[in-house]
């Protein structure tokens, strides 16, 4: 399978813990995205990269959330002391560089903070 | 308000029947426009481009009235599996990675 990845699938958390979720894109997309989704809304946009750049980061995007994407290859999600609030479902996406180009989604990592 | 607005629905139609969802957007410098279809806890997936010609899939036709920022999507001839939700999105040029969603319309198709 030749689409984007994601893992863990699920992840159940206490409040307070740290999280890591990692995107695997498509091997030829430079570009790659982080959504966040809840139920009911559509998919808000966290933050995105060309390659290893970080171009633009979402006011969602509090100081708790980081993301990386150290080679230009996969990246990673991480959220420190989660919060109830966080509970969601995290989706990455990737794509070829242009507005125009289809953003090909990963099946998501739902995150449930108790 | 929100970037993306669409109407939630739920459109419950018969198999055959024609429906059409509508979107609207708050901003001018838009470029890039979109349908995307989700199942019920699914990833999205690219239904169509919208141009601004309008532009036809089969069953599925997409408008675009940049004057009233405006998008619509036309299913004609229904089926059970349209039943999804669809989503309006929209990419500015100036910031092309961002893709700014609707909350979606939700369809179900029923026999």
């Known amino acids: 399978d030749t689409g984007v990845s994601q893992d863990p699938r699920h992840k159940i958390t206490k409040r307070g813990q740290n999280v890591t979720f990692r995107c695997d894109p498509i091997?030829?997309?430079?570009?790659l995205y982080w959504y966040r989704q809840t139920l009911g809304q559509g998919p808000e946009f966290l933050t995105y990269f060309q390659n290893e750049a970080q171009l633009e980061k979402s006011r969602l995007l509090s100081d708790r959330f980081s993301a990386e994407r150290p080679k230009g290859s996969f990246s990673t999600l991480e959220i420190q002391r989660t919060e109830q609030g966080d509970s969601a479902m995290y989706l990455c996406?990737?794509?070829?560089?242009?507005?125009?180009?289809?953003?090909?989604f990963g099946p998501g990592t739902r995150l449930t903070v108790t | 308000r929100k970037e993306v607005e669409q109407d939630p629905g739920p459109f419950n139609v018969p198999e055959g029947a024609t429906v059409a969802f509508n979107c609207t957007y708050s901003?001018?410098?838009?470029?890039?426009f979109f349908w995307y279809r989700q199942d019920c806890r699914k990833e999205p997936k690219l239904l169509m481009s919208?141009?601004?010609s309008g532009n036809e899939d089969g069953r599925f036709t997409a408008q675009l009235n940049r004057a009233s920022q405006y998008i619509s999507l036309l299913i004609r001839d229904s089926k059970l599996s349209d039943s999804a939700t669809y989503l309006c999105?929209?990419?500015?040029?100036?910031?092309?990675?961002?893709?700014?969603f609707g909350d979606g319309t939700t369809l179900t198709v029923k026999p």
């Open positions: 996406a990737s794509s070829l560089e242009s507005s125009s180009y289809e953003q090909y």
């Open positions: 091997s030829e997309h430079n570009r």
């Open positions: 901003n001018s410098a838009s470029q890039s």
């Open positions: 999105v929209v990419r500015v040029r100036t910031n092309a990675g961002k893709s700014t």
């Open positions: 919208v141009y601004s």
